[in-house]
């Protein structure tokens, strides 16, 4: 039971169709699998039962992260709130693109790591995904710097925000790659990584479901 108040609960969205499929959806705004709605309401779950109360809970505007929140927020009788800075990358011109095709073609990933500047046609840049998902983060720590919130974001953007926060540097975000509905525990003090990818709730439903 984590009892220590003052955190943010970063949380990764549950499972898309994209996920499965490896194809990018940065701001294209896909829905939940059934499957994806099954982990939310796990993840809902787990945290109230672990973390209860929650003083607030955020998300991207898109529907993914929206609808993960609602299945958190829904135990507390709470509303969510969006702010579009936690969305995931705007890949611009190649969203919607395969994993493999952004790699062969594009060398997407290795360019990504290598220059913070680097970004697709009519898209983001690392550098400036880091420094909105900062930004939010901050407002939102400074906000409730004594109480539990949770805040529903999306992989590659956890990723890079998360690197900045441990390294001072987010180039090395592939390290922090977070699986659909993982937990991640900040201290709204410092922003410092108390607990990362926590993803009992899926272990929990998987060992019910092997007995």
Request: hydrophobic share 35%.
């Amino acid at each position: 039971m984590h009892t220590t108040r003052g955190r943010i609960l970063l949380v990764r969205h549950a499972q898309t169709r994209a996920n499965i499929d490896q194809v990018w959806h940065g701001i294209t705004d896909t829905p939940l699998t059934p499957e994806g709605h099954r982990q939310a309401s796990l993840a809902g779950h787990y945290i109230n039962d672990h973390f209860a109360p929650l003083s607030k809970v955020y998300a991207s505007q898109l529907q993914r992260a929206r609808h993960t929140a609602e299945a958190i927020a829904q135990h507390q009788g709470l509303t969510v709130e969006s702010d579009k800075r936690l969305q995931e990358v705007d890949n611009g011109d190649w969203e919607e693109m395969s994993y493999a095709d952004l790699h062969e073609q594009h060398n997407y990933w290795s360019n990504t790591m290598r220059e913070d500047s680097y970004s697709a046609p009519g898209g983001e840049s690392r550098r400036e995904v880091t420094r909105r998902m900062l930004a939010s983060l901050s407002e939102i720590a400074r906000r409730h710097i004594e109480e539990t919130v949770a805040v529903v974001s999306h992989g590659l953007a956890i990723a890079m925000v998360l690197a900045h926060l441990t390294e001072s540097e987010s180039a090395d975000w592939s390290t922090y790659d977070t699986q659909n509905t993982g937990i991640t525990i900040l201290n709204s003090a410092d922003l410092s990584v108390i607990e990362f990818n926590i993803t009992a709730h899926l272990d929990d439903a998987l060992d019910r479901g092997s007995k």
